[in-house]
């Protein structure tokens, strides 16, 4: 390769002109730019591969429905917003938000009031878990009553179907001897409620 | 209108957010990372098919709450997705508009209560348009639940509604067939229930008119 001078370097960066250059590197500098103007500047190309790739696409295309091409076509979308649009658009956003996040339950405001009894003369204390409360098998405490061994709850619920068992002692989860129940995919039975 | 497409991009984009917020915030402090990150990812799949998500947080805590075994809750709650989707199937079965989530939880638990694709939408047919098909659904899977056979909840459903039963009556069925099956001496829900059927069907002047095939 040419090692040519920093000032010849400087001619063909297109920093300084052939004038410019001093006279004993001037004919240094016109064999640079003759070198330089002998390298081709026409692009590479691959005949072949233009060709597939080309028929490739063709190919491609040809099969595909032109309203679903049109559908799937990556395209680019721009979205420009003046500032101030901003603020009804947030504002209608925010209500959009509001409306699609609203419970799935829509039937609303129905509601029954529920006894649940269970006869457990050995256990220290019962409590109910089930849809109603998340499962929480703190929430519902049931209470004594005055008959021995009787615990009851009284909870106004939501008309609908509910799911539940009661836990005593904390650990054993027992199905209401006096409902309906279903298994519940992990080996035991949820009581059913339909109000 | 380039406000309203603004707005409608935000409202996407935060409504998505909000949801996936919503289930984990219902789950937070109540299940493992893991049953977490799989109702995230099955609540997400279930609301892009329009089918309800909150069957699937109530198992996952169910499941937790009992002290289940993160791989035992994993798989109960694919196969519930799974009758979430056998329920929307079944209520598209049935024609009409396209089921809300209510009667695709509903048409889920009936399945989970011994009911099949079948008698769901059988009875979707038959609760349309008077009664509420998430009600008649319920009923049905609640009288599956006290040990009714599924054709003769089927059959008990569509008299009483056949016979011009409102909703009201459809939905005090499981009490009138523990009723019977409290009054009479050994009678099993079953009987009871295919007494009701009978009552209903003679209501109505057709007897047998639905009955299942096979059926005495």
């Known amino acids: 390769m040419t090692d040519f001078h920093p000032q010849v370097k400087q001619l063909l960066d297109g920093e300084v002109t052939l004038a410019d250059l001093p006279p004993e590197l001037r004919a240094e500098g016109e064999e640079a730019l003759r070198l330089l103007a002998a390298v081709d500047r026409e692009p590479v190309t691959f005949p072949a591969l233009d060709t ?19 559908l799937v076509a990556p395209r680019e979308v721009r979205l420009r917003v003046r500032p101030w649009t901003l603020v009804p658009a947030l504002a209608m956003a925010a209500a959009l938000v509001v409306l699609l996040s609203r419970p799935e339950s829509t039937p609303a405001a129905a509601t029954v009031t529920v006894r649940f009894v269970l006869f457990a003369p050995e256990a220290q204390e019962v409590a109910l878990a089930g849809t109603f409360n998340q499962w929480d098998q703190a929430a519902t405490p049931l209470v004594r009553t005055g008959a021995p061994g009787v615990w009851s ?3 106004t619920l939501p008309v609908g179907q509910h799911q539940y068992a009661f836990v005593v002692d904390g650990a054993r ?18 009581s059913v409620l339909s109000l | 209108m380039k406000t309203f497409g603004a707005a409608l991009l935000l409202a996407l984009v935060a409504g998505s957010l909000a949801a996936q917020q919503d289930v984990t915030a219902r789950l937070a402090g109540r299940v493992s990372p893991d049953i977490a990150a799989l109702v995230q990812q099955l609540a997400t799949s279930a609301a892009e098919r329009g089918l309800p998500v909150d069957p699937l947080i109530q198992k996952a805590i169910e499941g ?38 209510d009667a695709i939880a509903a048409g889920a638990f009936a399945l989970n209560a011994g009911l099949d694709k079948q008698n769901v939408t059988a009875l979707a047919l038959a609760g349309r348009p008077a009664n509420n098909v998430a009600a008649t659904l319920r009923v049905a899977s609640t009288l599956a639940a006290m040990g009714v056979p599924a054709d003769e909840v089927v059959e008990l459903v569509t008299q009483v509604i056949a016979s011009g039963g ?7 069925l499981p009490a009138q067939v523990m009723a019977g099956v409290s009054r009479g001496r050994g009678v099993t829900p079953a009987q009871a229930a295919a007494g009701l059927a009978r009552a209903a069907a003679a209501r109505a002047g057709a007897p047998g008119q639905n009955k299942p095939k096979g059926k005495p």
């Open chain 1, 173 to 190: 989860w027992v199905a209401d001897p006096g409902a309906p129940a279903v298994d519940d995919g992990f080996g035991r039975r949820n």
């Open chain 1, 153 to 155: 709850a009284t909870l």
């Open chain 2, 166 to 172: 409102s909703t009201h009556e459809v939905l005090g």
């Open chain 2, 64 to 101: 937790s709450a009992k002290g289940v075994p993160a791989d035992r809750v994993a798989t109960a709650l694919r196969a519930l997705s799974g009758q979430l989707d056998a329920a929307a199937a079944a209520l598209v079965q049935a024609g009409g508009a396209q089921p809300d989530t």
């Open chain 1, 52 to 70: 597939r790739v080309i028929e490739e696409l063709r190919r491609r295309r040809s099969k595909a429905p032109s309203l679903w091409r049109r």
